[in-house]
């Protein structure tokens, strides 16, 4: 199992009164931006990170279920 996890650079994130948006531009320049409304629970996971975290402090803060979630969608990425 990766030690950290990481905010991938095509995700770009903003918080909004009633949780947050969450855009991915990993294809941006051939495809729409892909945008969507997440949980303030996603908003701060991606604060937290800020970069690059280990997992183990990420899960300690949140929980193991929602790190796994992030990472299957794509809004976090495994690290080293």
């Known amino acids: 199992m990766p030690t950290t ?3 991938p650079a095509h ?9 947050g948006l969450v855009y991915d531009h ?3 320049g051939y495809e ?3 945008m969507y409304a ?4 996603v908003i701060d996971v991606l604060e937290f990170v ?3 975290r280990s997992r183990e402090s990420v899960e ?3 929980s193991p279920a929602v790190v ?4 299957q969608r794509g809004v976090l990425s495994d690290g080293e």
């Open 60 to 62: 300690a803060e949140f």
């Open 5 to 7: 996890v990481s905010k």
């Open 50 to 52: 800020d970069g690059e």
């Open 11 to 19: 995700i770009k994130f903003r918080r909004e009164a009633d949780g």
């Open 38 to 41: 997440v949980s303030d629970t």
């Open 68 to 71: 796994e979630t992030l990472l």
């Open 26 to 28: 990993e294809n941006y």
């Open 32 to 34: 729409d931006a892909s």
